[in-house]
Structures are given as C-alpha cells and as structure tokens.
C-alpha cells in the first residue's frame, strides 16, 4: 500500500479533479442513508467495487473500510463527515497502486417536495504520475459507473 495525503472536507474546493453523479429516488433520506452505511453490501449495487471491509468501527466520523476495485486495486478510506440522513464523505489514506496524492468521496443527500431524495456523489482526487494519466482519461467512464451506481443506490434505498 502507499500512503495518501488525508483530506478534510474543505479540500474539496480546491481539488484539481472532480467526478459527480447524480440519481433521484422515492426513498426518504434515512433509507438512502441505511443502504450507504451498509458498507459490506456496497458491491451489490456499485458495479467498480469487488469487496468491502470495515476496518475497526462501522459508523460515524473516523470509521474506516477496505474496498477492492477490479484490477486487485484497493483504497483504504476514512470517514471524515457522518451525518445520518444527510451527508458522509471519506478520505483515502492508502491506496495499491497509488493512482491519487489525495481522495475525497462525498455523498450529499438532499430531500425532497415528495419525499424523496436527490442523491449527489462526487468524487475528487489529485492524480498522479502515469496512473494520473489514465486517471484523467477516464473521468467520462468513472462519471457513467458512478451514476450507475447512485442510480443502482436509488432504486435499492426504494425497495426495488
């Protein structure tokens, strides 16, 4: 593993790239909230993850995970905001390769008139070296896996 550069929240202001997917649902934000912080089930609806685990405590800010991505990538991630119904975000610490200098993953719930949510994901990340290259290259394909899955969360928190 190679360390990351830990982020707070406010970095992502200034990150040099960010990615963001967007999906609506029926579901209130406690239920998209309970299937994000099922973190084991991730790989279930978010079609880029392979395998998630948690690492110490499952919930709240300082929680850790695990995930596994195809390739035999893996991301050691951190919670850095945890606000049930409303809001998380993560922070990579450690990475295999070391694809990003930092990482933040952030996950705005946002209701609405009928009940339901606005789910924003956005992911930011500083990349670096040759795997920065390809980083770069691939926002288009990151952005399309990523609304999958915020579509895929979506439909789940709603019981479909």
Not at 82 to 94: C, H, L, M, N, V
């Amino acid at each position: 593993m190679s360390e990351l550069t830990k982020q707070t929240i406010e970095w992502i202001e200034r990150a040099p790239l960010r990615v963001e997917a967007r999906a609506e649902t029926t579901a209130s934000p406690d239920k998209v909230f309970a299937v994000l912080a099922d973190h084991e089930r991730w790989p279930e609806w978010f079609p880029s993850l392979r395998k998630v685990t948690v690492l110490g405590p499952a919930e709240g800010v300082g929680a850790r995970r695990r995930v596994v991505i195809p390739g035999n990538m893996t991301v050691d991630e951190e919670f850095i905001v945890w606000e049930p119904g409303a809001r998380w975000a993560f922070t990579g610490y450690d990475a295999k390769p070391r694809f990003t200098r930092s990482l933040v993953e952030d996950c705005v719930l946002t209701p609405l008139a009928n009940g339901g949510t606005s789910i924003t994901y956005t992911m930011y990340m500083d990349p670096v070296g040759v795997f920065g290259f390809f980083v770069k290259r691939s926002v288009g394909r990151m952005r399309k896996n990523n609304t999958k899955a915020m579509q895929n969360l979506a439909a789940r928190a709603a019981g479909r």
